[in-house]
């Protein structure tokens, strides 16, 4: 009888082990005899989640072995959601999947439960979300109201966009000289402006904020272009008042040239596009920036006239730094999706009959190429006619 038994738990053992050696050596087998065939599910089959091993698992390095202080800031409203997800959806399969930066997005209100989590859903990295100080969301106490109600149905009269808005007149002023000192900023010190609804045409498999870094840039760009001159008529007025008073700001090796073609007497508009940036935050929370745009706001220009917030980063940068710290990103594809948006449209190209679709940055040559990028790169605007790209090309050639 006892040799029966050791038969059969011979036999019993024989089989285990070919079963286990099957199904480690023969997928097939596994999966007929896996014990998820033994049941029959409750729910579709679609609806039983697949193991992680089926996954690729990323093993971010970071280049360098470091990462530089920054982060990626994006101004939205509640209804900016779609836009806002959109473009944080981009800029993490092109770039920021791999770096992970955090995020910095602020609202004059605060943001709806659906607004994070569609935000949370699509971003990596850590998201933080802020509201604007409600006194650097209005018109300052010192803008005579009746004045500025006039220039704004005056420039309505004269169809310029978003002429009888105060909220996109906030917006500008914040954007100026304001949101670099938001609490939730205040410890970095580079930052990426993120907009709604903006395209990345190519992978980005390098550091743009390493660059700034370690070539010690204060500004960084992709499109250039004449400002429309109905939001800015005292603008460069105001400027040169300042210089006369402070001239002890200026760079010795600015880049005057790229702002005016008479040494400075006028102001040919021409300034970097600010639905992209990349920028050192403490160039701007310095002295000479703090004067600057304190200066300006006094004047009331964003009030009375439409001044934005992307001639006054330009004309900083281009007054107080050296021409060496402004970068052109040419490697980074950028456009906007909705050039009528709030926040896309910086300048009324219906009036100056410019078209839409070709109103972007599309690398050119090897870098379209190193970047994957799907931009068409004959649909360029950096030598376009109201492109001022060959403006700054010329301050760094040779007579």
């Known amino acids: 009888m006892m040799t029966h038994w050791r038969y059969v738990t011979l036999v019993l053992g024989i089989i285990v082990s070919l079963h286990f050696m099957l199904s480690f050596t023969h997928d097939g087998y596994s999966r007929a005899t896996s014990v998820s065939q033994l049941w029959t599910p409750s729910v579709p089959p679609y609806k039983i989640p697949l193991s992680d ?14 990462r530089a202080n920054a982060a990626i800031v994006m101004l939205a409203r509640n209804r900016d959601m779609n836009g806002a997800v959109n473009s944080i959806k981009q800029l993490e399969d092109r770039w920021n999947g791999k770096f992970q930066y955090p995020y910095v997005i602020l609202n004059e209100e605060e943001f709806t439960k659906e607004f994070k989590e569609r935000v949370l859903t699509v971003a990596s990295a850590e ?15 010192w803008i005579d109201e009746k004045k500025a109600a006039l220039a704004r149905e005056k420039m309505v009269q004269e169809g310029v966009i978003y002429a009888g808005s ?21 410890e970095y010190k580079y930052y990426w402006r993120l907009e709604p609804d903006i395209k990345y045409f190519c992978d980005i498999d390098y550091d743009p904020f390493l660059v700034m870094h370690d070539q010690k840039k204060v500004y960084g760009f992709t499109v250039s272009l004449y400002e429309y001159q109905a939001t800015i008529p005292t603008l460069w007025e105001t400027v040169k008042e300042f210089i006369e008073q402070y001239p002890q700001y200026l760079d010795k090796d600015n880049s005057m040239s790229f702002l ?6 006028t102001y040919n508009r021409c300034h970097f596009w600010s639905n992209f940036e990349i920028g050192d935050l403490d160039f701007m929370r310095g002295e000479a920036y703090t004067q600057f745009f304190n200066y300006l706001d006094r004047k009331g220009g964003f009030y009375y006239e439409r001044w934005g917030d992307a001639p006054i980063h ?18 980074i594809g ?26 972007q940055h599309c690398p050119q040559g090897d870098a379209h190429k190193k970047g994957k990028c799907y931009c068409d790169p004959k649909q360029n605007f ?9 403006r700054y090309d010329r301050m760094f050639m040779k007579s």
Not at 53 to 66: A, M, S, V
Request: with cysteine.
């Open 314 to 331: 330009s004309i900083a940068v281009a007054l107080f730094a050296k021409k060496e710290q402004i970068h052109f990103f040419h490697d």
């Open 260 to 265: 005016s073609d008479d040494g400075g007497a």
């Open 334 to 359: 950028t456009a906007c999706n909705d050039l009528a948006g709030y926040y896309c449209r910086t300048a009324d190209f219906g009036r100056l009959g410019y078209r839409h679709e070709p109103f």
């Open 53 to 66: 091993d089926y996954y690729i698992k990323p093993e971010p390095k970071l280049p360098l072995g470091r």
């Open 382 to 390: 950096d030598y376009e006619w109201y492109s001022c790209l060959n």
């Open 166 to 186: 105060v909220a996109y007149r906030n917006m500008c002023r914040f954007n100026a000289g304001l949101f670099f000192n938001h609490e939730l900023l205040r």
């Open 127 to 141: 998201v933080k979300f802020g509201v604007i100080p409600p006194e650097q969301w209005r018109q300052p106490e």
